[in-house]
């Protein structure tokens, strides 16, 4: 009696389908970190002017003081337009200048300060 064995010569669908699942898969994973990075870093980079914003408001908060509220002089507060450095502030290969405007509030003693951060 002669026993006839049969070749495989290649794939069957199952095996097919489950490679194509586990490479979907792999693919899915890969492309859900890149999105995870890609977010991040976008995030660091718009956060630099608004820190550099914030620095500049916290080294004008020593200027609140009584004695030199109105002296245009000694008070960068006191009222009009700046712009703080003169160089621009260098982040990560970007110049950033940060300008500094105060404007007293009519009928109160307060001022209000805007710093805007241009790249």
């Known amino acids: 009696m002669k026993i006839e064995r049969f070749s495989r010569k290649g794939f069957t669908l199952i095996e097919i389908l489950l490679a194509t699942v586990l490479l979907t898969m ?9 999105l995870s990075a890609r977010r991040w870093t976008s995030a ?6 608004a820190n550099l914003a914030r620095e500049r408001l916290e080294e004008l908060g020593m200027f609140v003081r009584f ?3 109105n002296d245009f002089t ?25 300008t500094t405007v105060t404007t007293p509030v009519t009928g109160r003693n307060y001022r209000k300060v805007q710093v805007t951060v241009t790249p």
């Open 67 to 69: 004695d030199t509220w």
């Open 74 to 98: 000694k008070n960068p507060l006191a009222g009009g337009t700046s712009t703080e450095p003169p160089p621009p502030l260098n982040v990560g290969g970007v110049d950033y200048t940060r």
């Open 26 to 34: 792999a693919g899915a994973l890969l492309f859900g970190a890149f």
């Open 44 to 49: 660091s980079v718009d956060t630099v002017p």
